[in-house]
């Protein structure tokens, strides 16, 4: 908005010019959704706790250590979309479809995860929204954003280390939609310690930020041998503000956390970063940097199939972390731990740029 604007004065007021530059508004986006998310942090937790007067319900079968977070409040998710989206609206050209469709996803299936947050609450159980319907919205939300995509880039998926594309034709609306879905629950199953899932996020964030940029400028593009998105550099911003508003809110949910992501957080947080991935075609480099959200899916996936099939168990309970947790771990270090992976999956992602 600042960009629409601001830049019509720039004749009269030359240092205007430097909102023209993404660099500038991606860093702006940042730092505003960063200070919003503090500002508005701890009156935010205190509301959330006058109407949550139990807070989250906990799991009974879950881990012992877990029972004493009862109480804590949850949905802090909307916190962050609310830094998000307000830095990045502010920040970002406006006549950029790339970027808001990545908030129709974002907020769409925010909308979902609090539907299942507001139902958990209000019945005191861990069960939430029928898995049925949550996939069912999840596929309407999906299945437009993908629908769009199609119509404005090309329906490509770019391979990493053989400098080539996959044109899917068609079939591209599909694989849209199943990354977007995989990539919500896969950061909503993760969601099960405090910061383990806002941190990872985080990484991946900035990882797509460089991406989306290199991306969207012709010369680097073609330079390292990957896919020119015209117009995708101004993802930037909605990844900048994504990684503020983390960051603020990771403020509150360092362990011992303050407040809960809740479903409304990480299902829309997974959905943003699936539709920026598919936007610039590198659905596999996100499965790479998001290597920790693969294990934890990856992980329920062969639990439950294990003990459909033979009746055992490979984990001692899934998502993983809280086999770890089982084994005797404490949770920061099975939170620091994952983080630390994060971390060197985004530098092997981004490696992975010159590695073709």
Not at 314 to 322: D, L, N, Q
């Amino acid at each position: 908005m600042l960009y629409s604007v601001l830049l019509p004065f720039v004749d009269q007021y030359s240092f205007l010019n430097i909102f023209q530059y993404i660099t500038f508004r991606t860093f702006g986006a940042l730092m505003t959704a960063l200070v919003i998310a503090w500002m508005v942090g701890e009156p935010f937790i205190r509301w959330m706790q006058g109407l949550q007067r139990q807070g989250q319900p906990i799991r009974g079968d879950g881990p012992e250590s877990h029972l004493k977070k009862q109480g804590t409040p949850t949905m802090g998710g909307l916190l962050i979309l609310f830094s998000l989206t307000l830095s990045t609206v502010l920040w970002m050209r406006l006549d950029s479809a790339f970027v808001w469709w990545s908030l129709w996803v974002t907020l769409g299936y925010g909308l979902i995860g609090g539907i299942d947050d507001y139902l958990k609450l209000s019945k005191n159980n861990s069960k939430g929204l029928a898995g049925r319907w949550k996939l069912i919205l999840q596929l309407f939300f999906g299945g437009v954003a993908a629908y769009a995509l199609y119509q404005i880039t090309d329906p490509i998926v770019d391979l990493p280390f053989f400098a080539t594309q996959w044109d899917m034709g068609g079939w591209y609306i599909l694989f849209v939609l199943f990354v977007l879905i995989g990539t919500s629950n896969a950061v909503n199953l993760t969601d099960g310690l405090d910061g383990l899932a806002v941190t990872p996020t985080i990484m991946v964030a900035i990882t797509l930020t460089v991406i989306v940029y290199l991306t969207g400028h012709v010369h680097f593009a073609h330079y390292l041998l990957i896919p020119h998105v015209s117009g995708a550099g101004e993802l930037s911003i909605f990844c900048a503000a994504m990684i503020g508003a983390c960051l603020g809110f990771l403020w509150f949910n360092t362990y011992p956390a303050q407040v809960f992501m809740g479903d409304v957080g990480s299902l829309a947080l997974g959905g943003g970063l699936g539709f920026v991935a598919c936007a610039v075609h590198q659905q596999f480099l996100l499965a790479i940097a998001g290597g920790i959200f693969v294990l934890e899916a990856v992980s329920v996936m062969v639990q439950v199939a294990s003990f459909k099939m033979t009746g055992k168990r490979v984990f001692r309970m899934a998502p993983i972390h809280h086999h770890y947790e089982l084994k005797g771990w404490p949770e920061p270090k099975v939170i620091v731990r994952f983080w630390i992976i994060s971390f060197l999956l985004a530098l092997i992602t981004l490696a992975t740029l010159k590695i073709r």
